[in-house]
Nanobody
Framework: VQLQASGGGLVQAGGSLRLSCAPSDRTFNKYSMGWFRQAPGKEREFVARIDWSGSLTDYAEAVKGRFTISRDNARISVYLQMNSLKSEDTAVYYC????????????????WGQGTQVTVSS
């Protein structure tokens, strides 16, 4: 069981990136999914979550209004659209899966993907 994250890169402040997370099998369509990030010297922090149906979303205050989480269960993928990027968004971004909506927000993640680096230059 794997989560494959991709889409990171180097972007100028104010720019956009779209991260993708591809679970290895369709069972993940029943999981709530989340994105977390970890900047150098800092703890991993919650960024966004989405429930299994895609009807519920939630964001950290720092990214609200700029980032959008979505999922396509037909393609077995979860996305994080990041707009108006700031230097403080620089971090390694991780996708994650949990059985319930609340577990994601509590960091009670059952599966972590490998990280993808996002670097925002000012």
């Amino acid at each position: 069981v794997q989560l494959q994250a991709s889409g990171g890169g180097l972007v100028q402040a104010g720019g956009s990136l779209r991260l993708s997370c591809a679970p290895s099998d369709r069972t993940f369509n029943k999981y709530s999914m989340g994105w977390f990030r970890q900047a150098p010297g800092k703890e991993r922090e919650f960024v966004a979550r989405i429930d299994w149906s895609g009807s519920l979303t939630d964001y950290a205050e720092a990214v609200k209004g700029r980032f959008t989480i979505s999922r396509d269960n037909a393609r077995i993928s979860v996305y994080l659209q990041m707009n108006s990027l700031k230097s403080e968004d620089t971090a390694v971004y991780y996708c994650a899966a949990a059985s319930t909506w609340s577990q994601v927000r509590r960091y009670e993640v059952e599966y972590w993907g490998q990280g993808t680096q996002v670097t925002v230059s000012s």
